[in-house]
């Protein structure tokens, strides 16, 4: 693992990802308890480079902050350095069957990412992965993580996978219990995964894809909605060549 992983040519799908501009309001109706008219998720730019940055960071310092990772490494952290690596990557659009996604809050600033495609960047992978889910602390218990993951799910069904994971540290939880809210659940598996230089414990979760959850039916803990720096990995930002 490390900043992402290395693909070759840039492999077939069966579907495209949805073009950079486009943007889908989510209804207040899919989140009956956030105080808010939509959340609008969107596929990311160039130019959100710095804002999913300080996102990026700010979401480690204060999710893994207390054990599940060394307090000197997460204060070595700078948005400015995860900013770079962002607009490397979204200078080109993704690689078919890979996707990523922001939020906005109100004012327009992003809040939160997601990024998703082939388990382990694998392009003949039968199975989608869910990389990375992070979402600003300011932000969190609005709704966010929710928006965020069914765009995630969503784009994982249109690409065509039929099944998903995602890996998340074991202490994490509340992020443990939020995916669980939404089918998600832990197979059993494990690894220790280095992350830029910091051996870190993960278990793998799963969720079957193609099937329609009822987001408004499911009660979530305000509090467990902002705390998704899940699966220690950074995000893969595979682009097309």
Do not use: C
Not at 48 to 68: C, E, F, M, N
Not at 170 to 182: H, I, L, S, T
Not at 186 to 207: A, F, I, K, N, T
Not at 208 to 236: C, K, M, Y
């Amino acid at each position: 693992m490390g900043l992402g992983h290395e693909i070759g040519s840039a492999g077939a799908g069966p579907s495209q990802p949805r073009p950079a501009s486009s943007a889908e309001a989510i209804p207040s109706s899919a989140f009956p308890d956030q105080e808010h008219p939509a959340l609008i998720v969107r596929e990311p730019v160039e130019t959100d480079a710095p804002s999913i940055g300080t996102v990026h960071v700010r979401a480690w310092q204060k999710a893994y902050r207390g054990g599940l990772m060394p307090d000197e490494y997460l204060d070595g952290l700078f948005g400015d350095d995860r900013a770079q690596m962002w607009a490397e990557g979204l200078r080109r659009p993704p690689r078919a069957t890979f996707a990523r996604f922001v939020a906005e809050d109100d004012g327009g600033s992003v809040v939160g990412f997601v990024t998703v495609g082939p388990a382990d960047g694998e392009l003949n992978s039968s199975e989608g992965e869910l990389y990375a889910l992070n979402v600003d602390p300011d932000a969190w218990g609005r709704g966010f993580g929710q928006a965020l993951l069914l765009a995630a799910t969503d784009a994982l069904s249109e690409a065509g996978f039929r099944e998903a994971l995602l890996w998340v540290h074991p202490g994490n939880e509340r992020a443990r219990a939020f995916y669980e809210r939404f089918g998600w659940g832990s197979d059993g598996g494990q690894r220790q995964e280095e992350v830029l230089g910091v051996l870190v414990p993960e278990v793998r979760y799963r969720r079957p894809l193609g099937i329609d959850h009822d987001f408004a039916s499911t009660a979530v803990d305000s509090d467990a909605v902002g705390v998704l720096s899940i699966g220690l990995r950074l995000p893969v930002l595979e682009t097309a060549t």
